[in-house]
């Protein structure tokens, strides 16, 4: 672990991802996007079909094992990929999952409901409750912490993995190790990165990245595509979770507001909703390079990529890595509308 990461030993971890993910190339597509474009492979993190949130959860996981917890409690929308990999993780340590669904999404099939990560997730054995709002995340919060209470009236040690600002971005630290494997495998194999793109959600493994890449002196381009929230109460997102990084690995402050790049072209008409953009992006990425993405995340932050590109944002001919975050079971949650855009 570089010491240029400060304190971040100290916080504990409990091991969940096989890494290093790879990174690969991917000419057809770089071919069709006029750029030299690559995909950092997290994705295959390992646990229950991979993802991003994995890197996150070793620290939360650290967390609640130093704690002494025999539970876990989250709250996240319907198809949550957190909500997923928490859930594996908490089957694999021997830990209860009590998972608080939000709507987030409107208007929603049988499908949706049925299948993907809620499949997985009952498969894993979650306890589930409902919440009625998906933009409520302090409310989410006040919620998943009543239902903490109620579980440590009846003798159990829970630890909530919590939504909102107001807390030590902990997933965030996952992010900043991956800043120094990402690197490490850059220099390793003699390449140059022009810049990074990647979704923004929750924010954690953008800061996370963003100022990871700053405390190594890596300057290159961190673009993040906005998949929940616009551009403008993003960056302030991305902002504090900065700040509360350099404040919780005792560095200076690392990231300018220069830094903070970030595009919300695609994501109209809003979080998990799919739009054209996405859909040829899904596309356009299994048909050049075998690669699935999803509507909420992977798909749309190549929506942003392709959008990026067209208008130069990403220089002609640029050395681009495209961070692939997982997502995939949330693909067969949106099979009936995903087949209006496959030709036959």
């Known amino acids: 672990m570089s010491t240029k990461f400060g304190r971040l ?3 504990p971890r409990v091991p969940l991802s096989v890494l290093p993910t790879v990174i690969q190339p991917m000419p057809r597509l770089s071919a069709e996007l006029g750029l030299n474009l690559s995909v950092k492979r997290d994705d295959l993190t390992g646990l229950a079909f991979g993802g991003n949130k994995t890197r996150q959860l070793e620290f939360y996981f650290g967390a609640a094992q130093a704690q002494g917890a025999d539970t876990i409690v989250i709250t996240g929308a319907v ?3 957190y909500v997923r990999v928490a859930a594996a993780a908490a089957a694999r340590l021997g830990m209860d999952m009590h998972v608080q669904s939000e709507e987030r999404v409107p208007d929603v099939d049988a499908t949706y409901r049925h299948s993907g990560n809620i499949l997985l997730g009952d498969l894993l054995g979650v306890h589930r409750y409902a ?3 998906g933009e409520d995340e302090e409310g989410a919060d006040k919620a998943v912490q009543a239902i903490a209470e109620g579980l440590r009236a009846e003798g159990r040690r829970p630890y909530v993995i919590p939504l909102a600002p107001g807390h030590p971005p902990l997933g965030a630290l996952g992010y900043v190790l991956a800043a120094g494997e990402i690197v490490a495998q850059l220099q390793a194999s003699g390449t140059s990165i022009d810049a990074i793109v990647m979704g923004s959600g929750s924010g954690f493994s953008h800061a996370g990245l963003l100022f990871g890449l700053r405390a190594l002196g890596q300057g290159m381009a961190v673009h993040g595509v906005c998949v929940r929230r616009h551009a403008q109460a993003q960056a302030v997102r991305i902002a504090l979770q900065c700040a509360e990084l350099a404040s919780m ?3 200076k402050a690392m990231v300018s507001e220069q830094d903070i790049k970030l595009f919300d072209g695609v994501l109209a ?3 998990g909703q799919l739009n054209p953009a996405t ?3 899904i596309v356009l990425a299994a048909r ?9 995340y992977t798909g749309k932050t190549m929506a942003g990529l392709m959008a990026l590109a067209a208008n130069r944002t990403l220089p002609e001919g640029g050395n681009v890595l495209f961070l692939h975050t997982g997502g995939t079971p949330a693909i067969f949650a949106y099979g009936p509308q995903l087949q209006h855009w496959v030709e036959p």
Not at 288 to 296: A, W
């Open 269 to 271: 008409p809003g979080y």
């Open 279 to 281: 859909a040829d992006a």
């Open 9 to 11: 030993s100290e916080y």
């Open 288 to 296: 050049c390079e075998g690669l699935f993405l999803d509507p909420v």
């Open 131 to 133: 919440y009625p709002s």
């Open 249 to 251: 690995l005792g560095l």
């Open 79 to 81: 198809q949550s990929n």
